[in-house]
């Protein structure tokens, strides 16, 4: 499903409180380790080995059949290289209010490993965090190893009134840094609250177009892309998504993020 504009007095409904709600926190409430999306147990299993007994099926002679193998494997089949993900962003990425397995990162992983896509998306997301603080933090919370990441980040820039071009300068640097260590981008989007004026939104809402056109990175243009509007698909205090909702988002994102992933993966094998 693509991506839809979204009116914009909605969208002031939903940002006009991102940051009440978790606090102005800084980089300096930042977890301290990358949380995996998932436990290490839940990532794909290596392909079967003829070789090894318990593969196939045995004959009469209690040797292994390789013309009798097991017929119970997935639909999907999952690339057998492990593509390493950062989602680095902020409350909208750590999944503010919501259990580990609910947030944006596990819900992605879980939707791209169901298209047969072998990825670990780790959450690097921070409540309340701005551009400033995500550079502050890109270099320790993006280990190495990492292939990709998700970067979404500015909305809490607008519900400060940052300006535009500050925010800008800070998304430009964490690009730079991340292509400078070979790590792909996925830019995430978001949309200025109309009551920062239109001369504010006129200047803020080109950044991330701009900023993919000139580092040549992918862009999703709206992170709150089909929740924005929909009491439905948040929380109770009517802004960050609950879990139904980062569904929604997962269910917009994923064509954006599996052919993000699978450029990683013809790059890894």
Known sequence: MGFKPVPLHFVGIVLAGLTVATGFAGSGHAQQAVQPAGPVEGAAPAPADPSKPGDGTKGDDGMTDPTMQDDTTADVPVAEAQIQLIGLGDSLMAGYQLQGDEALPSQLEKALHDKGL??????????????????????????????????????NDALRGIAPEETEKNLSAIIEKLQARKIGVLLVGMIAPPNMGADYAHRFNPIYKRLADKYKIPLYPFVLDGVATDANLKLGDGMHPNAKGVGVMVERMLPSVQSFAKGLEDKVN
């Not at 690097?124 to 190495?144: C, I």
């Open 118 to 155: 072998n990825v670990s998306i780790g959450n690097a997301g921070v409540s309340g965090d701005t551009t400033e603080g995500g550079l502050a933090r890109v270099d320790w919370s993006v280990p190495d190893g990492t292939q990709g990441v998700i970067l979404e980040l500015g909305a």
